[in-house]
């Protein structure tokens, strides 16, 4: 499985941004696609997960009412709506896919990773 995320830029605070994860490859093993970010110094956080169906979600605290993920199964892509992002939200942010799931929400739990996107949030 191979991944490849993008989307990633410089906005305001206030300001939007949508994600994209594109996967291929062994695609039909995936049952959970995940979002993940990691800001410097700090551990690579969970921000959402949906699983094959696009019917299980869940969003970490900092990303509900904000971030929306969806996936467009005939594309085999997952996308990160990132809505009144804060400059806390500045990371690099990551797609994963997982072999597990539903739910998965540890960085353990996931299989496959694409490279980050960098997020920045700044006025």
């Known amino acids: 499985v191979q991944l490849q995320a993008s989307g990633g830029g410089l906005v305001q605070p206030g300001g939007s941004l949508r994600l994209s994860c594109a996967a291929s490859g062994r695609i039909f093993s995936i049952n959970a696609m995940g979002w993940f970010r990691q800001a410097p110094g700090k551990e690579r956080e969970f921000v959402a997960t949906?699983?094959?169906?696009?019917?299980?979600?869940k969003y970490a605290d900092s990303a509900k009412g904000r971030f929306t993920i969806s996936r467009d199964s005939a594309k085999n892509t997952v996308y990160l709506q990132m809505n009144n992002l804060v400059p806390e939200d500045t990371a690099a942010y990551y797609c994963?896919?997982?072999?597990?799931?539903?739910?998965?929400?540890?960085?353990?739990?996931?299989?496959?990773w694409g490279q980050g996107t960098q997020v920045t949030v700044s006025s």
């Open positions: 994963a896919a997982s072999l597990f799931g539903p739910e998965v929400t540890t960085a353990k739990e996931y299989d496959y």
């Open positions: 949906i699983n094959r169906s696009g019917i299980i979600i």
